[in-house]
């Protein structure tokens, strides 16, 4: 056996496929991370974390790499000039940020900031989003794509913002919504830019396929198309007409289908133009995918191309359309907001304890013992390679029929747990020699999922990652220390709430989903930490508090150079988690009453005599410390659990 090694953990946990250029492995085996990607500068994950801590803030924590976002727009805007520049194309890009993506205010300040020099927009999908964008948006020129159900005020906060300097489109993405626009127009005499919403018969494929095709929820179907253009003539508005729209979903894996939906929207495009519409933008939506595995498939979590193929692509589509139609070519948009945003999150958190199925080798069989419990021994001790099957048969028959057993009276408790322990060594053996063949039975393809060991995790899946419940959305998941040693253990990973779907048990894999993490053993004393990457799309808002387990921590890092050169970091905001105060009261709960509730309870205790004054004194202080704390664990060095 040669000695693992750091190259090993690499192709283990994938992190060349899914982390790339962000993330690797450095020499101490600790997860590194490279927020400006080629450009240089490293900064160790474990060591950052521990800094972070020694600040007081506590685990869970989500990270975010200011650069890495900064990157991220970078490249898709320089993917896009790249294929500009390549076709000879003579329009432009102008990308905007879905706001509904990460909406927290740092985030979308700094996609503003990145996004400046390359007049890069933000898109809103209802009311509030628009808020967000008009006091946001500060970049002459930038768009503003206002998508979303819409009502007057939607509308005419819209248009008086061209009065501030702003370029809004308003989409029309129903039919109802062309009537309020033209009302809105009329009554304000500020003529508007409007962009339709096309409703694609090309359909997504995966989680997100019903984005399109004829029942779709958004977008106008070639008859209403037909109907806009006519009653915007008659309105004297079509000249206002300069946008087309289409939305096939998110996180589309297969570019092919991105390519129909290319093909078909570039020809309405060309119609618009030739009927009259001024055209001037395409706005080819979402759907850029994140190479979540690092397969490079058109598995859901991943995607058969790369940022610069679905630039060329866009590019062409419209070239081409648009040379044989001989029409002008459009501005090109994209609302690519999973592509942007997901790299430069990292949740981390502490394993608090981890329980085994089974343990130890079991004992011999004794001569007195029940007849099942020696047959067991004997299984035990017969099984081979060529049996394992044979064998697993035979552990399971003798367990279930010891089962019966003791629910006849006819075997004792401590039998029972005989049993169940010499069941579990069976297992074990089969499973060590299950994995070493190239053909799993049927029956023995669940063995690895049974014996997993349970790594419990201070974070709550449905706060952090709620797609990894709602939706069965694979994200990469690592240790972020000891990635120089062996994983000696398979384990899943069970969260802080109570509810049995709080778990994760599905990991990324090149061939399909793997239902075990490979992990290390606890050690005494020392925190082992493990991180989610690329959760900076969609789960903050997603999340919600089963159990009141509110917001993480949160810290924005930007990497810099100390004074005496080396590579350092600067923490620009922290976003304190939520307080049990603060969750308390989103559920209507007034701290006060509560702790004076509290209070006189262990009042008319003490004068009972049922507590004493100091036992009342502790549990006031728990009280009142809780609510001012956070609302995960604090950390304690864990302890290994010897069973389940
Ligand atoms: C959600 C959404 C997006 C963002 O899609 P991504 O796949 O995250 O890039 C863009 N446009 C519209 C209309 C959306 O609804």
């Known amino acids: 056996m040669s000695e693992w090694t750091i190259q090993d953990s690499a192709e283990l946990y994938q992190v060349e496929g899914w982390g790339e250029p962000y993330f690797k492995i450095n020499e101490k085996g600790h997860i590194a991370v490279l927020p400006r990607g080629e450009a240089g500068g490293e900064l160790d994950l474990f060591n950052l974390v521990q800094d972070i801590q020694k600040r007081g803030l506590k685990m869970p924590l989500l990270i975010r790499f200011s650069d890495i976002l900064a990157d991220r727009i970078a490249r898709l805007n320089e993917c896009f000039i790249q294929a500009i520049k390549e076709y000879d194309y003579k329009g432009d890009y102008k990308g905007v940020y879905p706001v509904k993506v990460n909406q927290q205010r740092h985030v979308v300040e700094e996609v503003v900031e990145f996004g400046r020099s390359y007049q890069f927009g933000l898109e809103a999908g209802s009311k509030p989003e628009l808020l967000i964008a008009l006091a946001t948006l500060k970049t002459p020129g930038a768009l503003i794509i206002c998508n979303g159900y819409k009502d007057s005020e939607y509308i005419e906060t819209a248009l008086l913002a061209q009065r501030l300097g702003h370029t809004p489109f308003v989409v029309i993405e129903r039919f109802h919504e062309l009537t309020l626009l033209i009302e809105a127009a009329q009554k304000l005499g500020i003529q508007p830019l409007i962009g339709v919403r096309a409703k694609l018969t090309a359909r997504g494929i995966g989680r997100w396929g019903d984005s399109t095709g004829d029942r779709a929820k958004f977008g106008l179907s070639a008859d209403e198309i037909m109907e806009v253009v006519a009653q915007l003539k008659k309105a004297n508005l079509l000249s206002s007409l300069q946008l087309l729209h289409f939305h096939i979903g998110s996180q589309i894996s297969a570019i092919n289908v991105i390519k129909t939906a290319l093909r078909e929207a570039s020809c309405i495009y060309v119609e618009l133009a030739r009927m009259g519409a001024p055209m001037q933008y395409c706005d080819v939506g979402g759907g850029l995918a994140i190479d979540y595995d690092g397969s490079k498939t058109n598995f859901r979590a991943s995607k058969n191309y790369n940022m610069q193929e679905y630039a060329y692509d866009v590019v062409a589509a419209f070239q081409e359309a648009c040379r044989e139609k001989n029409v002008t070519v459009p501005t090109l948009v994209s609302e690519s907001g999973r592509a942007i945003t997901s790299h430069q999150s990292v949740l981390v ?86 994995r070493e063949l190239d053909y799993i039975p049927d029956e023995l393809a669940d ?24 939706i069965d959305q694979l994200f990469p998941i690592a240790p972020i220390q000891r990635l120089d040693e062996e994983p000696t253990v398979r384990g899943t990973l069970a969260d802080l709430t109570c509810d049995s779907d709080g778990k994760i048990d599905q990991f990324i894999d090149l061939r399909d989903v793997k239902s075990v993490l490979e992990l290390h053993p606890l050690r005494e004393g020392e925190p082992y930490y493990l991180a989610l990457f690329l959760n900076g799309a969609y789960q903050e808002i997603l999340g919600d508090m089963h159990n009141l387990f509110g917001d993480t921590n949160a810290v924005h890092i930007r990497l810099a150079s100390s004074a005496t050169g080396e590579q350092s970091y600067l923490l620009e905001h922290v976003v304190k988690g939520d307080t049990m105060t603060e969750v308390l009261r989103y559920v209507q709960y007034d701290h006060e009453a509560l702790l004076e509730s509290i209070r006189r309870e262990s009042e008319q205790a003490l004068r009972e005599r049922r507590i004493t004054l100091s036992e009342s004194r502790l549990l006031l202080q728990h009280y009142e410390r809780s609510l001012s704390g956070y609302t995960y664990l604090t950390s304690e060095p864990q302890r290994e659990l010897a069973r389940s």
């Open 447 to 470: 063995l690895e999922k049974n014996m997993a060991s349970t790594y419990y995790c201070n974070f709550s899946v449905f706060q952090s990652v709620p797609d990894s419940w709602a």
């Open 349 to 434: 958190f502490d394993v608090m304890g981890v329980s085994h199925p089974q343990f130890g080798e079991p004992q011999p069989a004794e001569r007195g013992e029940h007849s099942i419990i020696r047959n067991l021994y004997e299984t035990y001790t017969q099984i081979a390679s060529d049996n394992v099957q044979e064998a697993f048969n035979d552990a399971s028959q003798f367990k279930e029929e010891a089962l019966s057993l003791f629910a006849l009276g006819y075997l004792s408790l401590g039998e029972r747990a005989r049993v169940e322990r010499l069941y579990w060594g069976c297992c074990q053996k089969i499973l060590g020699l299950v």
